[in-house]
Protein backbone atom coordinates (compact mmCIF):
# COMPACT_ATOMS: atom_id res chain seq x y z
CA UNK A 1 0.00 0.00 0.00
CA UNK A 2 1.25 3.62 -0.92
CA UNK A 3 -0.32 6.54 0.43
CA UNK A 4 1.43 10.04 -0.46
CA UNK A 5 1.08 13.02 -2.23
CA UNK A 6 2.06 13.75 -5.34
CA UNK A 7 4.09 17.00 -5.08
CA UNK A 8 6.74 14.19 -2.45
CA UNK A 9 6.88 12.30 -6.04
CA UNK A 10 10.58 12.81 -7.77
CA UNK A 11 9.29 15.83 -11.35
CA UNK A 12 12.06 14.24 -13.41
CA UNK A 13 12.59 15.67 -16.76
CA UNK A 14 10.89 13.78 -19.84
CA UNK A 15 14.24 12.97 -21.55
CA UNK A 16 13.33 11.58 -24.91
CA UNK A 17 14.03 13.10 -28.06
CA UNK A 18 11.28 15.41 -29.44
CA UNK A 19 10.14 16.79 -26.01
CA UNK A 20 10.51 20.26 -24.53
CA UNK A 21 9.08 21.36 -21.48
CA UNK A 22 7.93 18.14 -20.77
CA UNK A 23 8.55 16.32 -17.17
CA UNK A 24 6.87 13.20 -15.03
CA UNK A 25 6.14 11.70 -12.07
CA UNK A 26 5.85 8.03 -11.43
CA UNK A 27 3.00 7.95 -8.77
CA UNK A 28 2.43 4.25 -8.87
CA UNK A 29 4.73 1.78 -10.31
CA UNK A 30 6.61 -1.53 -10.08
CA UNK A 31 8.86 -0.06 -7.76
CA UNK A 32 5.79 0.44 -5.02
CA UNK A 33 4.75 -2.99 -5.51
CA UNK A 34 1.97 -2.78 -8.40
CA UNK A 35 2.00 -5.80 -10.56
CA UNK A 36 -0.04 -4.32 -13.42
CA UNK A 37 -0.24 -0.47 -14.36
CA UNK A 38 1.95 2.69 -13.74
CA UNK A 39 0.15 6.10 -12.89
CA UNK A 40 2.11 8.72 -14.27
CA UNK A 41 1.49 12.27 -13.89
CA UNK A 42 2.78 14.75 -17.02
CA UNK A 43 3.55 18.25 -16.34
CA UNK A 44 4.21 20.13 -19.50
CA UNK A 45 4.86 23.79 -19.53
CA UNK A 46 3.28 26.57 -21.97
CA UNK A 47 4.81 25.79 -25.73
CA UNK A 48 6.19 22.37 -24.52
CA UNK A 49 5.29 18.88 -25.87
CA UNK A 50 5.84 15.43 -25.44
CA UNK A 51 7.69 13.19 -27.99
CA UNK A 52 5.52 12.25 -30.84
CA UNK A 53 6.34 8.62 -31.45
CA UNK A 54 4.06 5.20 -30.78
CA UNK A 55 4.61 2.18 -29.21
CA UNK A 56 2.35 -0.89 -28.59
CA UNK A 57 0.63 -0.31 -25.35
CA UNK A 58 -2.15 1.77 -24.32
CA UNK A 59 -2.38 4.67 -22.86
CA UNK A 60 -5.34 6.22 -20.55
CA UNK A 61 -5.40 9.88 -19.85
CA UNK A 62 -7.28 12.45 -17.28
CA UNK A 63 -6.38 15.85 -18.06
CA UNK A 64 -6.07 17.95 -14.32
CA UNK A 65 -5.19 21.07 -15.45
CA UNK A 66 -4.23 23.59 -18.44
CA UNK A 67 -5.36 23.23 -22.30
CA UNK A 68 -4.01 21.42 -24.55
CA UNK A 69 -3.90 19.06 -28.20
CA UNK A 70 -3.42 15.81 -28.71
CA UNK A 71 -1.73 15.56 -32.11
CA UNK A 72 -1.95 12.03 -33.70
CA UNK A 73 -1.81 10.81 -37.56
CA UNK A 74 -5.88 11.32 -37.59
CA UNK A 75 -5.46 14.81 -37.08
CA UNK A 76 -5.42 17.65 -33.40
CA UNK A 77 -7.85 16.95 -30.45
CA UNK A 78 -7.66 19.85 -27.75
CA UNK A 79 -8.22 18.96 -24.83
CA UNK A 80 -9.56 20.68 -21.11
CA UNK A 81 -9.44 20.09 -17.56
CA UNK A 82 -11.84 17.03 -16.39
CA UNK A 83 -11.61 15.36 -20.70
CA UNK A 84 -10.62 11.70 -20.90
CA UNK A 85 -8.46 10.61 -23.58
CA UNK A 86 -7.65 6.96 -24.69
CA UNK A 87 -4.72 6.72 -27.01
CA UNK A 88 -4.84 2.65 -28.57
CA UNK A 89 -1.69 0.68 -29.43
CA UNK A 90 0.33 2.28 -32.42
CA UNK A 91 -0.98 5.39 -32.99
CA UNK A 92 1.66 8.33 -33.22
CA UNK A 93 1.19 10.86 -31.13
CA UNK A 94 2.08 13.97 -28.53
CA UNK A 95 0.34 15.97 -26.21
CA UNK A 96 1.16 19.95 -26.71
CA UNK A 97 -0.11 22.47 -24.12
CA UNK A 98 -1.39 25.21 -25.95
CA UNK A 99 -2.47 27.05 -22.94
CA UNK A 100 -0.77 29.66 -20.50
CA UNK A 101 -0.90 27.33 -17.66
CA UNK A 102 1.07 24.46 -16.83
CA UNK A 103 -0.51 21.34 -18.37
CA UNK A 104 -0.83 18.94 -15.79
CA UNK A 105 -2.71 15.36 -16.80
CA UNK A 106 -2.72 11.80 -15.37
CA UNK A 107 -1.44 9.06 -17.83
CA UNK A 108 -1.96 4.90 -16.92
CA UNK A 109 0.06 2.18 -18.63
CA UNK A 110 0.29 -1.42 -18.27
CA UNK A 111 3.98 -2.25 -17.08
CA UNK A 112 4.28 -5.01 -18.97
CA UNK A 113 4.78 -3.41 -22.41
CA UNK A 114 7.08 -5.65 -23.62
CA UNK A 115 4.76 -7.65 -24.92
CA UNK A 116 3.04 -7.22 -28.17
CA UNK A 117 -0.99 -6.81 -27.40
CA UNK A 118 -2.59 -8.89 -30.35
CA UNK A 119 -6.30 -9.41 -30.29
CA UNK A 120 -7.52 -13.19 -30.11
CA UNK A 121 -9.26 -14.28 -33.28
CA UNK A 122 -12.17 -17.00 -32.22
CA UNK A 123 -12.95 -19.60 -34.39
CA UNK A 124 -16.73 -20.66 -33.86
CA UNK A 125 -16.67 -23.95 -35.71
CA UNK A 126 -13.02 -24.97 -33.13
CA UNK A 127 -15.22 -26.82 -30.58
CA UNK A 128 -17.71 -28.19 -33.81
CA UNK A 129 -20.33 -26.50 -32.28
CA UNK A 130 -21.22 -22.86 -34.22
CA UNK A 131 -23.92 -20.63 -32.63
CA UNK A 132 -25.91 -18.28 -34.45
CA UNK A 133 -25.34 -18.68 -38.15
Known amino acids: ?3 T ?12 EGARGARIRWLISDKDGAPNFATRLFEVDPGGFTP ?3 HSWEHENFIVA ?17 D ?29 KSKKQEKK ?3 PFAAGVASNC
Request: with cysteine.
Open 52 to 54: YHS
Open 66 to 82: GEGVLTTANGEFPFHPG
Open 121 to 123: IIN
Open 1 to 3: MKI
Open 84 to 112: VIYVEPNLKHNYRNTGKDILKFLCIIPLN
Open 5 to 16: HYSQVDLENVEM
